[in-house]
């Protein structure tokens, strides 16, 4: 079975800054998804970032990016210029690319990101 | 697109009582999840819809709980009786296919007494 570790609790950083949220994961397949999801307090689960296991190139949305480690099977986040709202739960989740075996994502535990002024 | 709605977004009842939540996923998608999120356990899947019918329903806690998907655009998580202990968010998700990203509901928090 698929597991995702997010060690890190709790996160804060001064708006403006840059902050990396880690993630690692364990698996046996080489096809996959990974996503990071963001949960600010109104709970709503907002796609942030997805990465194909098969593209070697590190995704990016706008001010968000990835550092995709496949063989360390490693999968931060990375914000940059961080905002106010960008204070919320970021969760990193896992999903088997193989049809029918798996569409459940797998998710970690979360961070929590605090923005200070 | 108005995306993936839930509702209510609040339920407070009673133990012993049923509770029906219901989603309507994204239209055009052919996936439909129910998701559940507790400070304990996290999120988990609960069940899962492809068409409209069930394809894994592993992680339905136990036979209190049922779901159903009567059409593309419709689903109900049905609690019958409900524990406190099933007291936290349930999430409704839909994708357009298998391996394409899910989209999440607001969810449902459910309070039982």
């Known amino acids: 079975a698929q597991t995702v570790t997010q060690s890190q609790p709790e996160m804060s950083v001064q708006e403006a800054e840059t902050v990396t949220l880690s993630c690692t994961y364990d698996?046996?397949?080489?096809?996959?998804?990974l996503f990071w999801y963001k949960q600010p307090p109104s709970r709503q689960m907002i796609l942030v970032i997805r990465q194909e296991a098969y593209k070697q190139q590190n995704a990016t949305e706008n001010r968000f990016s990835v550092n995709f480690q496949k063989a360390a099977k490693s999968f931060s986040l990375k914000i940059s210029d961080s905002q106010l709202g960008d204070a919320a739960m970021y969760f990193c989740?896992?999903?088997?690319?193989?049809?029918?075996?798996?569409?459940?994502?797998?998710f970690g535990t979360g961070t929590r990101l605090q923005v200070t002024l | 697109d108005a995306g993936v709605i839930q509702s209510p977004r609040h339920e407070v009842t009673e133990m012993g009582q049923e509770v029906t939540l219901r989603c309507k996923p994204i239209?055009?998608?052919?996936?439909l999840f129910w998701y559940r999120q507790t400070m304990m356990r996290g999120l988990e899947l609960l069940i899962y819809?492809?068409?409209?019918?069930?394809?894994?329903d592993s992680g339905m806690p136990e036979d209190r709980f049922s779901a159903k998907m009567p059409n593309a655009s419709f689903s109900t998580l049905k609690i019958q009786p409900s524990e406190p202990r099933d007291s936290a968010v349930y999430f409704c998700?839909?994708?357009?296919?298998?391996?394409?990203?899910?989209?999440f509901g607001p969810g449902t928090r459910l309070t039982v007494l």
């Open positions: 998700a839909s994708s357009l296919r298998d391996e394409d990203t899910q989209y």
């Open positions: 239209s055009g998608h052919d996936y």
């Open positions: 819809f492809n068409n409209n019918v069930p394809i894994d």
């Open positions: 698996t046996s397949e080489s096809d996959y998804y």
């Open positions: 989740a896992y999903r088997s690319a193989y049809t029918g075996t798996a569409s459940k994502l797998t």
